[in-house]
């Protein structure tokens, strides 16, 4: 948030892509590829929703893929929209209860549908009927995606060029939208069955179009074995992911109760750093970091202070996917979750090369600060089956 | 005098001793004594100009990155408690969200409330005057100051620096709710009584704007809303959780107006009456709450502050259960549980120190708790009148 005088400026209508994905093509390009086959663009080109995708796993859970549909409701660009988090389409008088019911949404892995005020580009208001669903992996049931179908319930926005009204767009009389009012509820909107059920059915199109070109197969509901309790290894809820990717530097956290304690997560910027993709670190242990100048001892220290529960620092020599040699000032830690018990081990890595005492303190500031933010994500209760009856808005 | 006797919690090691020792805080500041400073700056800080727009170059690099001081707040933090000043871990503390419609978080927490001796606090009058004689902030040992915190031109960060002549400390609080709980003093020499006005609750709101983080929330707690020590203190802590209050429908109770961003609701359907002022202009909410407290305080009405969405949204709840206990108002089954509800409670994060209470925790027993908090109609539509008028 930018402080001006006092005043926080809200990133409304320039659209703001976290500084850390930079190199937001690949990354979202990735992300797609990631789960589904290279052809699902053009797959989901074909229908004429207004829809997203977004990935949680990503910082700041951003547009993976938007649909044309969306990009000519709301005014921007493909290359504007991509990376960046679905918040542009906020104002504002949005009702902020909405903005916290997708929150938990998201958070409880749930579909939500709910009438929003958003805004174009250009910044004209508008109402917007909105469904939230979750993309389950049928692998380890976390949610690779989410889908947002955006269903505009004024007819200005949704009307073409030509006049005709395409997809889902439906005609309302013309709404009188006061600059002011006290309920940004809307009383005087009544969403139709008809409204719902359109909504209902672009997103169950939506999805069973990435279950068909999935590689590894995704679905809208978890495997069976999952809602019984069944947790695969590895897996890893949303709202751990959120707070997780939140966090600015490298970092890995791995699972101790496991066999060869693998990496279940892994931070942008440990990627970033190593030269790795995600799928090629999960659910491997770390020592592929090691190479062939690699020290013993320091991972002699570290294999009993993982066996004693211990933290640790070290020093040591890893190596890039590209073989390239690196510096690497470790810090281990076991970290608790809400159920005061140990769920995981944190890796922090800083690389260092010649450092000078400020620098080496900077590094160990980071690495603490980021061993605390990852103790408060974890901390945090994950939340599995609904605990809270959902309110939508309706 | 309506009094009631409670156990204090221990926010510094130094809470009981009598004397004064010799590497607590006041004695340090009067020998000189170094601390890290983070400076903030209520101008735009030139890291923001990268974020506004790809077009956009800044004119000179970013001294600190965004939320640094999120990250100089916990890593101080992680650092104490590898030192282990704090009374217990509290990430080995479980807990839960109870079911229902709230979804209202208990926590077991049995090492916060050890200390058994019960301490009389008066409940019928908000400002008290300073008592040097009483435990105040001074008094903390030198280990558990974290950094100072000012304002300056730049934002920055500075490792080692002497004290400020007028300091704004950030502590630990040695009896943690949660990870990263801290607790902020304003001009903590100035020895300023707890009670509020535009100017510190400003800092506070600056405070929680600069770490940046939905996490991390601000809370203030008046004399008889259970605030333990009567030195200006705001206290912080991270849960990555929404407070069940932050989810509680609204409705607007103050007038749109094209001069003013501000938005004063009322909680619908929540146990508990109360407020949120929400605005994207920090001054504008420390102007209009610090004047509706300050109104409070002179009639004597206890209060709690929440501070969430990175400053942008303010809770107050004016309440009256400590008046209630005092008059024996209120159920020995829910004075049992030794429930204080000061802003967290209210907020919906409950504390339990006892094994039984936490496995058997209820929405049905918070809300019934809650319940006891909340002003009657007349006088809550009182306190409606002072912010609308």
Known sequence: MALQNGSLLSSDRKCVRSPRMKNHKLIVSQSLIRSYRASIQDELQKHAYNFVLCDPGLPDHPIVYASDGFLEMTGYSRDEVLGRNCRFLQGRDTDKRAIVEI?????????????ILNYTKAGKPFWNLFHLAPVFSQQDGRVVHFVGVQLPISSKVAARKDGHLTGLELSFDELEFEEHFDNPSCKNYHLSEEDKQRAFAAVK???????????????????????????????????????????????????????????????????????YTREEVIGRNCRFLQGPDTDLAPIEELRSSISEGQTCTIRILNYRKNKEPFWNSLHISPVRNSSGKVAYYAGIQVAVSHSSEEDEGRARMQQLGTLGAIKVAVRSIQTGPVLRKSKTIS | MLAIKRVPTVVSVNQDCGSVSRD??????????????????????????????????????????????????????????????????????????????????????????????????????????????????????????????????????????????????????????????????????????????????????????????????????????????????????????????????????????????????????????????????????????????????????????????????????????????????????????????????????????????????????????????????????????????
Not at chain 1, 250 to 256: G, K, Q
Not at chain 2, 82 to 110: H, K, P
Not at chain 2, 304 to 317: A, E, H, P
Not at chain 2, 331 to 346: C, F, H, M, R, Y
């Open chain 2, 24 to 389: 607590c805080l006041q004695s340090c500041f009067l020998t000189g004594f170094d601390l890290p400073l983070f400076k903030y700056t209520k101008k735009m800080k030139t890291t923001e100009l990268q974020l506004l727009g790809d077009e956009e170059v800044p004119s000179s690099p970013p001294t600190i990155e965004r939320s640094f001081l999120g990250t100089l707040l916990l890593s101080k933090w992680e650092e104490r408690a590898s030192q282990g000043l704090f009374r217990y871990d509290v990430t080995a503390c479980e807990s839960r969200v109870l079911s229902g419609n709230y979804g209202f978080i208990a926590q077991l927490n049995e090492g916060r409330h050890l200390k058994k001796r019960l301490t009389e606090f008066r409940v019928d009058q908000v400002l008290q005057e300073f008592d040097p004689k009483k435990f105040n902030f001074s008094k903390v040992n030198r280990n558990e100051v974290l950094f100072q915190f000012g304002e300056g031109e730049e934002a920055g960060y500075y490792d080692i620096t002497p004290i400020l002549s007028s300091p704004d400390i950030v502590l630990i609080n040695v009896s943690p709710i949660e990870y990263g709980h801290v607790l902020l003093v304003p001009r903590l020499f100035d020895f300023v009584p707890q009670r509020l006005c535009a100017n510190d609750l400003l800092l506070a709101l600056y405070f929680t704007a600069e770490v940046d983080c939905p996490y991390f929330r601000v809370g203030y707690n008046s004399l008889g809303a259970f605030a333990t020590i009567n030195h200006l203190h705001f206290q912080a802590y991270y849960l990555a959780y929404p407070f069940p209050v932050e989810c509680a429908s609204i409705t607007r109770i103050n007038k749109g107006s094209l001069k003013s961003s501000l938005r004063i609701s009322e909680l619908v359907d929540y146990p508990v009456k109360g407020v949120v002022y929400e605005s994207m202009d920090l001054n504008e909410i420390a102007i209009s709450v610090a004047s509706t407290c300050q109104e409070l305080e002179l009639r004597n009405i206890p209060f709690n502050l929440l501070i969430c969405d990175c400053g942008t949204r303010v809770f107050l709840f004016p309440q009256c259960f400590a008046r209630k206990q005092a008059l024996h108002q209120v159920s020995q089954k829910v004075l049992d549980t030794q429930v204080n509800p000061a802003a967290w409670e209210i907020g919906g994060h409950i504390v339990l120190k006892r094994k039984e209470d936490y496995e058997h925790a209820t929405e049905e027993f918070v809300t019934a708790l809650l319940a006891e908090v909340s002003l009657s109609d007349p006088d809550f539509q009182d306190v409606k009148n002072i912010i609308c008028k």
């Open chain 1, 205 to 275: 199109a939506v999805l069973q179009e990435l279950a068909n070109s999935s590689c590894k197969g995704v679905s809208s509901m978890r495997s069976k074995s999952f809602s019984e309790g069944v947790i695969p290894p590895g897996f890893v809820a949303t709202s751990l992911l959120l707070a997780l990717t939140r966090i600015p530097h490298s970092f890995v956290l791995t699972d101790p109760h496991l066999p060869d304690m693998p990496i279940v997560h892994a931070s942008l910027e440990f990627l970033e750093l190593t030269g």
């Open chain 1, 103 to 115: 929150r938990e949404a998201i958070r409880e892995e749930r579909d939500c549908q709910i009438k």
